[in-house]
């Protein structure tokens, strides 16, 4: 499998504590990608990390990256309720036949309690 | 500026029938491809569209089949409906690759099959 997988499956926190999910893949990347889902619709861009980057900010998000283990990892601080939601990490493959396809794994179920 | 678009929102179908489901891309962007999320999953891919041709596909069965129009919109097409194809159909779009050094690709809010 090329999945990106994702650790832990599901996560239920208070909210202002932080959150952390884990993403592992298989393959060589361009970069990797992290997605917001709410309730089965559609996927929100969080951050993007490429493949010669080791940590990333935006807001209240810091990815990390680690190519030599093939992980990465999310860190949202002071979770809201409204963080409630779905997070897949996409490693991005280029393929040989010159396009680029993202591979998501089961994502974490994030649930921030009021 | 409008992101990804899709129509319609949802559907429904019974097995056999075929069905056709519609995309366009982000202003400025060209290269459009496809997912399956079935409820529970991650989505999986299925193919993309970048020039009005086909450059790569997944594991997906030539019951799935796309075209990509002048103006970069796309649509997927699936014959011969299982019950196993009812899933979130999603549509992502991205910049030309000469322009983006990051490659993101940008989500519509998906297509809701369900077959019977």
Same mark, same amino acid.
């Given at each position: 499998s090329q999945q990106g997988e994702e650790d832990p499956q599901a996560l239920s926190i208070q909210e202002g504590e932080n959150a952390t999910m884990n993403c592992s893949y298989k393959t060589s990347i361009n970069n990797l990608q992290w997605y917001r889902q709410n309730s089965g619709r559609g996927l929100v861009h969080l951050i993007l990390i490429r493949s010669n980057e080791r940590e990333k900010h935006s807001g209240r998000l810091r990815v990390t990256l680690d190519t030599s283990k093939k992980s990465s990892s999310l860190l949202i601080t002071a979770?809201?309720?409204?963080?409630?939601a779905s997070y897949f990490c996409a490693p991005l493959m280029l393929t040989q036949g010159g396009s680029e396809k993202l591979v998501f794994g089961k994502g974490t179920k994030l649930t921030v309690n009021p | 500026d409008a992101g990804v678009t899709q129509s319609p929102t949802h559907l429904i179908k019974t097995r056999g029938q075929q069905v056709t489901l519609r995309c366009s891309p982000k202003s400025g962007h060209d290269t459009v491809s496809w997912y399956q999320q079935a409820l529970g999953q991650g989505p999986q891919f299925i193919f993309q569209y970048y020039e009005e041709e086909e450059r790569q596909r997944g594991n997906?069965? *030539?019951?799935f089949s796309g075209h990509q129009f002048p103006n970069y919109s796309s649509e997927l097409n699936v014959n011969a409906?299982?019950?196993? *194809?009812?899933a979130l159909y999603l549509c992502a779009s991205s910049r030309p690759r000469v322009f983006a050094q990051s490659l993101t690709q940008y989500f519509g809010p998906g297509t809701r099959l369900t077959v019977l």
């Open positions: 979770s809201r309720a409204a963080d409630t | 997906f069965p *030539d019951r409906l299982l019950l196993g *194809d009812s």
